[in-house]
């Protein structure tokens, strides 16, 4: 494994003044850089090293010392930095004020940062208070009180970088599911992995290990032709399911058994014009036949592809692919979405604008949520990223408050949107370009501990709940852990309500956790290295699913 040798030295070396401690975060560490996570060195998905060149690539970050406060007296100079080296400054070592018309920031006292923050989310209509939270490097801890937050002050608007919430809802409808039904370690027991989208992304280090044990790697646009296009992708799949129902490719026993919609599926691809479609696709006629072909051949298939990136449309035509082939509910078949790191874990806590913590919002589910919370949790969904930018824009955002860096510099348009805001409000490790932006009134830095130094849980993008060992060795003095400072700035907002954030311990949030989010009961007594799926190993088991029929929705069928 050269190319693992090679990154593993770069990050030895380029940490060598701590190495120590960069070893103790690689050897005990949960992966904080990736979807899957890891056990210290161990993969979870397979046995062997956990190959993840991106955590070696960000180790500074665990081991880097405080910035020279020198270095933002005048951010003027910063701008030519790119976001890397902006960064590589060095962490935040305390709480840091730019208020309009100053050159910089200048250092404060967390007591001063805290009621500031308070004072202005108090005295603003909560629907333009919003907590905007970074999925990558946070704990659940984090994550949880971060919703809890942003609703006890009354507002909607708590979302992250990436919108999953189109993409999330296709699946729940189809599957009953919010998730990937299967591990990742069923990508090296299948026959297929058909990955749908991403072409401008490697694929996931477990690719390389399932091919070199005999499984196909069938990526459309490379190994099956097709358009760059979602609209041609799209085209594709629907092509595809046409031609398995023409040539007799449907697992009928299957979808006899364990779906609803066949007929209505079957009469709506009937009626389009098949040609038509392999010619949007990008295709030929030959070679949606032997997409075809290739799923009628394998026994088990894994379909992969970016929820965040495919609309309603594509993951339902997806879905209906596995369906129509049987690829549900056993080892090795299965949907397998992808998304950034911590991206499911917003969705399970509710970090996001349709999401409440275990499910969607309804009114139902926030008045259930209110009366054991203590507080109204308001029922309306809340801003999504598109519609953050917008409100900003027309200076409708009074309080910004945003957990953890984002990623690379901010657009023009996301640029001018910051400096309508009135107190942006940034809670991270070091600094992000974003954090640099010209306020309309005040920017906030304050500094938080890394995922290592605070410990707590994590879900990773298989479901797989895991315990994140606390490294201890690096913590600065000035940085706290992200729950406790969302946990005192909500509590100094509404002192006469502190009760209702009684928070202690990060173990009284796990606590919380397992009581209201189904699936992660059993939480609060979990120790490293002891994992948890949520809602189990495999989902919809024997083809059996959690919808009101207990059948997949195939196409655009009506729920029984």
């Not at 690719?207 to 459309?220: C, F, I, K, M, S």
């Not at 479901?463 to 690096?474: D, E, F, K």
């Not at 002891?530 to 029929?549: D, F, H, K, Q, Y």
């Amino acid at each position: 494994m050269p190319s693992l040798r090679g990154d593993l030295g770069r990050a030895l070396w380029e940490n060598r003044a701590n190495l120590d401690y960069a070893w103790r975060v690689l050897r005990r560490g949960a992966c904080d850089a990736c979807a899957l996570s890891s056990n210290g060195l161990a993969d979870w998905s397979h046995p062997g090293l956990h190959r993840c060149p991106e955590r070696l690539a960000r180790l500074w970050l665990a081991t880097q010392p405080a910035l020279d406060l020198r270095a933002l007296a005048d951010v003027g100079h910063l701008a030519a930095l790119a976001p890397d080296e902006l960064q590589r400054l060095g962490r935040l070592p305390c709480p840091l004020l730019r208020r309009a018309g100053e050159p910089g920031f200048r250092p404060i006292d967390w007591n001063e940062a805290l009621d500031l923050v308070a004072a202005r989310a108090r005295a603003a209509d909560p629907e333009r208070v919003c907590l905007r939270v970074a999925p990558q490097g946070l704990t659940n801890e984090a994550r949880y009180l971060a919703q809890k937050v942003a609703r006890f002050l009354g507002s909607p608007h708590v979302l992250t970088c990436t919108d999953l919430g189109p993409g999330v809802a296709a699946l729940e409808a189809c599957l009953g599911v919010a998730g990937p039904t299967l591990p990742c370690a069923d990508w090296l027991r299948t026959d297929l992995l058909v990955r749908v989208g991403g072409r401008a992304s490697p694929p996931p280090p477990i690719v390389e290990r399932a091919r070199a044990a005999g499984v196909t790697w069938l990526p459309l646009g490379v190994n099956v032709p097709c358009g760059d296009t979602p609209a041609a992708e799209l085209a594709l799949l629907r092509a595809t399911a046409a031609a398995l129902i023409e040539k007799d490719g449907v697992a009928r026993s299957f979808v006899d058994a364990h779906t609803e919609g066949y007929e209505a599926l079957a009469a709506e691809l009937e009626a389009l014009d098949f040609d038509a479609l392999v010619a949007q696709s990008g295709a030929t006629r030959a070679a949606v036949f032997d997409f075809a072909a290739a799923l009628c051949r394998a026994q088990d298939a894994v379909f992969l592809w970016d929820l965040g990136d495919c609309d309603p449309a594509t993951t339902q035509a997806i879905c209906d692919l596995a369906l129509l082939r049987g690829f549900l509910g056993r080892p090795g078949s299965g949907l397998a979405p992808l998304s950034a790191p911590g991206a499911w874990a917003c969705v399970d806590l509710g970090c996001a604008p349709d999401r409440l913590p275990g499910g969607p919002l309804t009114a139902e589910r926030a008045a259930t949520l209110g009366a054991r919370y203590g507080f109204p949790v308001p029922a309306s969904p809340g801003h999504t990223p598109a519609g953050l930018l917008a409100a900003a824009s027309a200076g409708r955002v009074d309080v910004l408050y945003r957990v953890g860096a984002g990623a690379g510099a901010p657009t023009a348009d996301e640029a001018a949107a910051l400096s309508q805001v009135g107190l942006h409000v940034f809670q991270g490790l070091p600094l992000d370009r974003a954090a640099l932006t010209a306020p309309q009134d005040a920017v906030l830095l304050l500094p938080a501990r890394t995922r290592h130094e605070a410990g707590g849980c994590d879900t990773t993008a298989e479901r797989r709940l895991q315990r994140c060992p606390r490294v201890a060795g690096r913590a600065l003095p000035g940085a706290r852990s992200d729950w406790q400072i969302l946990r005192d700035v909500a509590q100094r907002a509404c002192p006469e309500r502190a009760q209702q954030l009684d928070v202690p311990h990060a173990q009284a949030i796990r606590e919380e956790l397992a009581e209201v989010v189904p699936g992660y009961a059993g939480l609060e007594r979990l120790r490293h290295p002891e994992v948890l799926w949520v809602g189990g190993e495999r989902l919809c088991e024997g083809g059996v699913c959690p919808t009101p029929s207990g059948r997949a929705r195939l196409g655009s069928a009506p729920p029984s």
